[in-house]
């Protein structure tokens, strides 16, 4: 077997696509510069080798070997990026309903999920959450471009506790379903950080307190200690990873923050002590505050279980409360979507939802920028069109800052110095 895994890592380094010094100048009418808060006018972008060297204007002197993707009347962003998705889910098959497929068939979901997300203009994504290291697998085959698809920040499996939000709730005892992400004591969650470190995760997933789409808990239980959680905390940070904490209640919400976990995904029922302890420890907030809509429009049709919907409806309408609270009260606030609830691809349409509970469209843009690079900790690759990141632009046709919408109808998109999606 060892002999064939290196032939195979040969093929691959044959087929990976060549690395070549190339220049490219992108200009426009006007660029949303998220770091100033501000628009830049006729902006001029030079890119080499995959990143950015110069930002200045129009008129400023072009490399001779340089190609010129000129975008006219359009304004440019840096490439947006989605804080929580699950690229190898289909909201479709909801249910029961996904285990007419085979193990591997998430996969091949993913490899169209990636497509759709990189073309609506999400450049880079951290998907927290998804079975069998398929999102390793998904970052590998978009790296050595054989598919297109975002930069991937992978959780692999989420960790949670026996009958939590993220074990396999919904059989009966003598079905047994393999389940390498269930831990219940410290000592077995710090060994499932080191697992899955080892296996590709470059970011923790936690299931701290009960969800909406999982049979049998309520959604707003803890279902992990304190002890337990900062184990998993202690034992991430001392390995250079951070923690994504799936957390509605607000018994697990805080907690979690005291553990010192770095971002708290929905925080549907935080109230003004976990706003307080939120701020204390530096931790963001990752609110999916669009997706209960799709939910409850197209939910029973997808198969989602009819007790998943009633605890949409009691939580849907709070989240939102709760997003425009937390960002009255200055709490730092990411965009991330969990795509994958609802069809990847319509990442965008969460910018208005963010606008209608509260953000101005700079800070929701900023939110899928400045931020969630600061959250990743990859301001110096991604989040910014700044000198020395990566060059991943995107353009849309008219202002953003005047109608957010835009958004979803990204018509260029540009990936470390490659196009993704040309100008129609
Ligand atoms: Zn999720």
Known sequence: MRKIVIVAGLISAVLAPPVCAATVVVTAAHMIDVIGGKTVDRPQVTIVDGRIAAVGHIGDAVPSDARKIELGARTILPGLIDMHVHLTADPTLSGYQGLEYTDNFWTVVGVANAKKTVEAGFTTVRNVGSGNYDDVALKQGIEHGYIPGPRIVPATYAIGATGGHCDSTEFPPSVTIPSPQIGDTPDQDRALVRKLRKYGAEVIKVCMTGGVLSKTDSVGAQQLSFSEIKAIVDEAHMLGMKVAVHAHGTDGINDALRAGVDTIEHASLADA??????????????????????????????????????????????QRETFRAAHAAGVKMLFGTDGGVYPNGFNARQFATMVEWGMTPMESIQAATKSAAEALGKTGDVGAIETGRYGDIIAVDGDPLADVKLLQKVSFVLKGGEVVKAVE
């Open 273 to 318: 002590l976990s706003f307080r302890l939120a701020k204390e420890h530096g931790a963001w907030f990752d609110m999916d505050i669009y997706d209960d809509d799709y939910i409850l429009a197209e939910g029973a049709k997808n198969g989602v279980f009819a007790e998943s919907l009633a605890k949409e409806k009691m939580i849907g309408r709070k």
